[in-house]
């Protein structure tokens, strides 16, 4: 499992790379939604983890986007 992305790390990420780091973050929210309802999830809190980490990762993405329309 992987802790909570740092923003420095986001940063350097291209805007593909940025994309598969929501895929791969989706994938992990599916398979912690899917651990949950059928009660072996462990860890509660990853599930908020993971949410909060797509949208920094969406948000950082959109303003990428802004910069380079510039």
């Not at 350097?12 to 059928?38: C, G, H, I, P, Y």
């Not at 809190?45 to 948000?59: E, G, L, Q, T």
Request: no cysteine.
């Amino acid at each position: 499992m992987k802790a909570k992305q740092r923003l420095s790390d986001l940063k350097v990420m291209s805007s593909d790379q940025l994309e598969q780091e929501v895929l791969n973050l989706k994938k992990e929210q599916f398979n912690l939604r899917f651990q949950r309802a059928t009660g072996q999830l462990e860890n509660t809190a990853r599930v908020r983890v993971v949410r909060r980490d797509i949208a920094r990762v969406k948000s950082l993405a959109a303003q990428k986007r802004r910069e380079s329309a510039k």
